[in-house]
């Protein structure tokens, strides 16, 4: 970047900066990952300039024979990774994805089935200032308080009672398998159609480590970004007599121009996750979820749902007398990066809570194994037992950027 160096120093130094910070601390943010280079190099490419308002070979604009190729590529491997009828590779984000759906098959103030935030839902589920919430009438079903878990009873009651024109499925903070068959079921006795939201876990699916929704859903969204370590962006897969009505919905519906130097990525991102070492990759990242899991519960930390059958925990901190916030904001210090996460049935609010969200997909893209989610389970509860001791704190530090050293991040950058 010597050319950006010399014209924009500030933003250069920024950059810079964060690659620095990338490299140097442990992100153990369940919605991150590290995009391979090559995606970097492709999301950075001209295609960011060229306008293609509409679909391959029916466009607003000439001069798309290029960027069609992209795109048609991107639809091919998303449909040969997830089996789906349709595919629509332009949304921009897992929002936008969302957005698509609800406004291509809703009516304003229809009823939605979606799971509860505070129980792991995503903001585009419902929450009050999102579309979702304002735009819908929506009803919340959460966990059991006991085991944690989906409750698929409460699940169905609610359809029955409120007739939901549409059931989404799919969490930002669940950490167990869930029931695509089952939701379907419900689904069918209320006539209810279902948006299966699989961006966290896109990568478990498509790695066939979690049960994919494609079978079971009318519409399954995702971001490309998070398990399946792709550009930041999102995608739809749908029925076939959905395809049109999907279609026209993201353009000209809620999105003008694709961004095709993002969707570029996107096709090599999905070339990759067909590679059979992305399979390997997916696996070690559940090995490393269920390994830190169990060192926490060693060190007598509350994991909710008793575990995790995914690439992310929800840790109680209940106990441990320092609330999410406190505990997160500790652990920055010392360059272990989580976010705090509101627990079911939180006694705290979003703003403090009691847990922490912790999840191992960047983790993983820098190599690390079980043996590393020991130590750094170590690492955290010396931070957590000791958030106000500046000297812990730097010992931590030390320790993280010796751990980071020996698992070396985007080295061919300078
Ligand atoms: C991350 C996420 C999204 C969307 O993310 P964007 O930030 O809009 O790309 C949607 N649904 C769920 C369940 C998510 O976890």
Redesign the pocket.
Known sequence: MERLKKVDPQVYKAINDELKRERDTLNLIA?ENFAPQVVLEAQGSVMTNKYAEGYPGERWYDGCQHVDQVEKLAQQRAKQLFGGEHVNVQPH??????MAVYFAMLKMGDPVLAMDLACG??L??GHHHNFSGKYFKIISYGVDRGNELIDYGEVEDLAKKHNPKMIVV???AYPRTIDFAKFRQIADKVGAFILA?I??IAGLVAAGLHPSPVPYAEFV?T?T??TLRGP???MIICRKEFAARIDAEVFPGIQGGPLMHVIAAKAVALKLALQPEFKSYQRQIVANAKKLAAELQGRAYRIVSAGTDTHLLLVDLSSKKITGKDAACALDQAGIVVNKNLIPYDRLGPQLTSGLRLGTPALTTRGMKQAQMQQIACLIDAVIAAAQDQKTIAATKAEVLKLTQKFPLYQELT
Request: aromatic fraction near 0%; avoid cysteine.
């Open positions: 919605s984000s897992g929002t936008q994805a969302n839902g995503h585009s589920h799919g969490a930002s939201d961006a966290h969204t971001t970004h998070k930041r962006a999102g």
